[in-house]
């Protein structure tokens, strides 16, 4: 009964429009330009929660699929507002990438636009499956990236195997970075791997 009450509020919630989409800043500092945005769900209804307790509770209830997929539609509805060189930078777990749900829904748009954010606190049980689902996307232009590198499960051999564009350190590694020589350290070896 919990369970399909927390996905009967999880439905309520994607029909009265949640989650609304913020769009963060991604700059270029050397040029100083804005080169992307990366897109964070926010939802403003009753319970008020962040949104990793939306996502953990969609997952628990069996929707988090539909509710990643909202979500990610909610983002890309915004994508003729930005300039054409700027990208987005959208969330999604292992598992809906390997559901084959997200390749229709990014199909019809200019794939280097986007750059997939697969989260390293997602556990990944098959990488092989995970670089194949991954393939028909990257061949289009889809660019790759593992945000919050350092905080999650993955392992450096799952940052290798899926050959990313972009390693997205986690703020744990980044927090007083300027003062902290051990995170400076570790930030350059991981931006020189």
């Not at 750059?115 to 232009?141: F, K, Y």
Request: one cysteine or more; proline letters at 5%.
């Amino acid at each position: 009964r919990r369970r399909a009450r927390a996905s009967e509020g999880i439905s309520a919630a994607m029909a009265a429009g949640a989650p609304r989409i913020v769009y963060q800043p991604i700059y270029e500092i050397d040029a100083q330009t804005l080169v992307g945005v990366e897109c964070l769900s926010r939802f403003d209804i009753e319970p008020r929660r962040p949104p990793d307790k939306w996502f953990h509770e969609a997952r628990e209830a069996g929707v988090q699929l539909d509710l990643e997929l909202h979500a990610i539609r909610n983002a890309l509805a915004a994508i003729d507002a930005f300039p054409r060189e700027v990208y987005l930078g959208i969330n999604s777990s292992p598992e809906l990438i390997l559901s084959g749900r997200l390749a229709p829904l990014i199909a019809d748009l200019d794939s280097s636009r986007i750059v997939l954010e697969i989260t390293e606190h997602s556990t990944v049980t098959n990488d092989d499956a995970l670089i194949g689902a991954l393939q028909p996307m990257r061949e289009r232009g889809v660019r790759i990236a593992v945000d919050d590198a350092g905080a999650g499960y993955a392992s450096m051999r799952h940052i290798l195997n899926l050959k990313c564009d972009i390693i997205k350190l986690d703020m744990s590694l980044t927090r007083d970075i300027d003062t902290d020589l051990g995170r400076r350290a570790l930030a350059r070896g991981l931006i020189s791997f």
